[in-house]
DNA sequence: CTGAAAGCGCTTACAG
DNA sequence: CTGAAAGCGCTTACAG
């Protein structure tokens, strides 16, 4: 005999006992109203509202092996907190009928990775979007998908993998139509895939198309990076144009070159990276390259569910992760070199 | 019999099979490792590894009633995407041992509070913290606690429900040592607690020290409604210092002001409310109040674990949610009224 | 259209 | 220190 515990919902068995069914035929009425005979319903749908009865979704999830639910891992750095990215993924995955539980992972790849395994073998969610650097080769058998977005990824086949590529060549070719021959690159370190890509077709791009690099900096995507990047360079480098890292590091290199008398855009111009949103409000305002974090967030999903749903990949909703926008930190080289 | 499908997870009784122990020690090994006699731990140890076993975690929430795993719920909005506040939430709880599931809801009040009851009953979650306006009074038997932080809240108690009173009234406080007289208020949409609740403490403060308001214009958290609040005053309506509703508001007042000649902060003191990022950067750089969200997503959460554990609730771990930041936008009024 | 039975993978008294 | 049994609250063939 069941007896009902105060501050306990009510289980499927109290509705069937109040209703005069058996449990089964309120399941059947959780399933699908219409394959009730009419009066069994009225009864079923009486008890149900007496009692405020809601399904305990956890039992329902053990037996049918589904909890409707995706995790999100991301590094455990607050300062970095992907928020656009996470608005636009929970949005998607709303939407799907999923939600969505966010799980930051911190240590070494190793260590995160031994997480997400775990967690794809917890049975609490059917798929995970990894934002964070993983490493799950080989261990993908009875398991659930993952997906991994590019842009923060550093050693998996993800969206956008090398998309960092085709934006340096764009920035160079940009600066270049503007008359600019003299470039100087302020990286990020090197252990980020995204600074290593970048910096690698930097050089690729000058000497391909027989521009001239006076260097690069190798900083940590900081401010003073880029200061001491532009400041590091002999007064007669004849530099014109600068490749920042990213939109912090560029407000640093204008910084440092005012230190030293050079204007921006007057006699150097700087492109950053990330479209942050100061950058439009700096002065100069800075060109830079946004990042859609949005479709990031969204297409991960959507690759993620066609995975679980057992379909083929999605096209990505746009082409252009990456978009250029040009603003007042760039402008054609002074008439003679310095 | 039990047989092993292919591409599922092995469960505690093939653990138990290949250790030769029953399923129960197994379960004991999982809890304590320290209960079993060293020869048993050994055999359970050697199939825990042989078999890759990580226990069914939907299978334990069933039988234990937890889940490690608390919601939060926000407005369906993207373009509010509370971020930093989630940023803290999630660190702080699983600091605690605890999951987050990201829960937007959208619809009426009390639809939205229809939802997050199914979510109290679903046994999914153990707690939830809403930053979006509910009202589940009078529901909460067997059930969940549920906690609303303040400022996004319409009718619930909350975090600092009623901190935006002080900081209102610091910042008249502030422009009236600064010499300033006569005010304006561009005020958000009344729909909105903080809005009211901003107003309200305007026009008291105001009253209370003597001072002139020169109207209140009703907006909607726009840089129009800005632009048309300053516009809109006659020119010989005297003010010298606007209190904004919000950093948004105050760009379009800044620009109104400046298309019929008032100069910010020559002629005219203007002051935001938000710290957006942007407001460090415009020019002028504006007065405004930093809102600390990860403070709020912090002691929401704590308060929530207090509520969880049956223990007081906490105190918050700042006493200042609210900080009123100085920059260009406030100076001293002109020297004589237009 | 409905019910009795089995079972999802665990944990927890209860014996021994 | 270990095992047999019960049970968490559902869903789903299988009969009728």
Known sequence: MTTSSPNRPATIHQVARLAGVSHTTVSRYLQDKESLKPTTRVK??????????????????????????????MPASPEAFPGRLLAAATETAHQAGYQVEMVSVEGSVRSRSARIIDLARSGQVEGILSISSIDVRGRASAEIPI?????????????????DATEIREIIEHLAGLGHRDFFHVAGPSTFASARN???????????????SVGVHDGNWTAK?????????????????????????ATGVIRGARSRGWEVP??????????????????????????????????GILRLLAEIRGEPAPEPTTKTINRLIYRESTAPPPPKSR
Do not use: H
């Open 266 to 299: 007057r006699d150097l111009s700087v492109f950053g990276w990330d479209d942050l949103e100061f950058a439009r409000f700096t002065t100069p305002s800075l060109s830079t390259v946004a990042v859609n974090r949005e479709a990031q967030g969204r297409d």
């Open 147 to 163: 997906v991994a977005t590019g842009t923060y990824d550093d050693n998996l086949r993800g969206l956008g993998e090398l998309a």
């Open 225 to 249: 990076s880029g200061y001491d990047g532009i400041t590091s360079l002999p007064d007669d480098c004849g530099v014109t144009a600068v490749v920042a890292g990213n939109d912090v590091v």
């Open 44 to 73: 079923v749908d009486f008890a149900v509202k007496a009692l405020d009865y809601r399904p305990n979704l956890v039992a329902r999830s053990m037996r049918t092996r589904r909890t409707n639910r995706l995790a999100i891992v």
């Open 198 to 212: 970048r910096k690698s077709v930097y050089l690729e791009t000058i000497e391909r198309m027989g521009l001239r």
